[in-house]
């Protein structure tokens, strides 16, 4: 597997080069990438004993074969409960500032820790279970302490979530159409139609508002929350109701921080769900508002959307192009984006910039997904 990250990230793994169009990957003072640390990270993200079956690892819904998503509305745990939101992709979140569609971890060591001890993801009652089960492997005992020079008794999540933390800030990947045309001078690159959406991108489409191009690297997100009228519906008319509830329920909880009470939350009720940022600041005008996510391999990762919802790449264009909703005849969300209003593209128009989303796909994506 750690020759298989090596291929994906186009560079080596201790490196400063990112891939074309990317920025260097940081990396925490408090976690340094080592070669050991990273085979470590990425035997603990495939093992399934850290579940409540046995059978859910973070690979189940981050699968390497399918740009590391699911490719699910929304992710199925343990027993194959549903939770409220659709799996992101690991690819580039080594530089995402926030984790998790509403942003409730700063890093993506804290983001690992979440999932197992979610009774709708791994279904365990606490991290018990896994610190057993690593303390008790021998592979994991000699590999723990080469990494970070600790007996097995002494073996802590911190431990485990630096050494997944480490192998997932291996999984970046650009050099994509768009990157060799824009940052390479490849003009040859992209075909017609994807630098008319190229254009339409940048211009009449307003989409680098917000997921940005910038002059030697682009990301694609601006790293922000924005509601943009998606899910709205589950709640509308009782957004104040919705909020209110839950604040009481968080603020009477005693026995988890808050923020894992919202990791609860959001996953087991579709309509906490919705509330969005909201659910972690307590401001109001973040009701709804979930994070940009990066467009990059968007052609791999459908469905789309926190909740999954939208199925296609052309469902999404139309979207946006009826002002934050799937038909121009539905209703508006109260707390929507100001950015979000009618584009009025043409037919051609959409096509083309389909087209330039597909020109995001980095080639050893594209490839992991043929297999």
């Known amino acids: 597997m750690l020759r298989y990250i090596l291929l994906l990230s186009c560079i080596p793994i201790l490196a400063a080069t990112a891939p074309l169009g990317l920025p260097p990957v940081p990396v925490p003072e408090n976690n340094p990438q080592t070669p050991e640390k990273i085979a ?38 343990f027993r194959d409960l549903k939770g409220t939101r659709n799996a992101p992709t690991v690819i580039n979140s080594a530089y995402m500032k926030t984790l998790f569609w509403d942003g409730r971890e ?43 020079n600790v007996a097995a008794t002494d073996i802590t999540m911190e431990h485990v979530s630096k050494a997944i933390a480490s192998f997932e800030r291996t999984i970046i990947a650009g050099n994509s159409p768009f990157d060799q045309y824009q940052y390479d001078g490849n003009k040859e690159a992209l075909t017609d139609a994807q630098i008319r959406g190229l254009d339409l991108f940048r211009n009449k489409g307003r989409c680098v508002s917000c997921h940005l191009i ?4 682009a990301l694609f997100t601006d790293n922000l929350f924005h509601n943009i009228g998606i899910g709205f519906k589950k709640i509308q008319g009782k957004e104040d109701e919705t909020a209110r509830v839950f604040l009481q329920k968080k603020h009477a909880e005693k026995n988890m921080a808050a923020k894992d009470f919202v990791d609860v939350a959001v996953l087991s009720d579709e309509r906490i769900s919705e509330l969005g940022r909201f659910a972690v ?20 990762t459908a469905p789309y959307m926190h909740d999954g919802s939208l199925e296609t790449l052309e469902d999404v264009v139309d979207f946006y ?17 100001g950015g979000i209003r009618p584009l009025n593209l043409s037919d051609e128009e959409k096509a083309d910039l389909v087209s330039f989303l597909k020109a995001l796909t980095s080639p050893e994506i594209a490839k992991l997904a043929k297999q």
């Open 40 to 77: 470590l990270g990425d035997k603990l993200y495939h093992d399934k004993r850290f579940s409540a079956d046995g059978k859910v690892s973070c690979a189940t819904c981050h699968d390497e074969n399918k740009a590391f998503t699911d490719n699910l509305p929304v992710s199925k745990g």
């Open 106 to 148: 700063p890093d993506l060591e804290g983001q690992s820790m979440q999932p197992p001890i979610n009774p709708v993801e791994g279904g365990l009652p606490d991290h018990k279970p896994i610190l057993q089960t690593i303390q008790s492997d021998p592979e994991y005992q000699t590999a723990f302490k080469k990494v970070f």
């Open 321 to 337: 192009n009826n002002g934050g909703r799937v038909k121009e005849t539905d209703p508006l969300s109260n707390f929507l984006a």
């Open 281 to 300: 600041t307590e401001n109001p005008t973040n009701v709804g508002a979930f994070k940009t996510s990066t467009l990059r391999n968007i052609e791999l």
């Open 214 to 217: 910038e002059e030697t690297q």
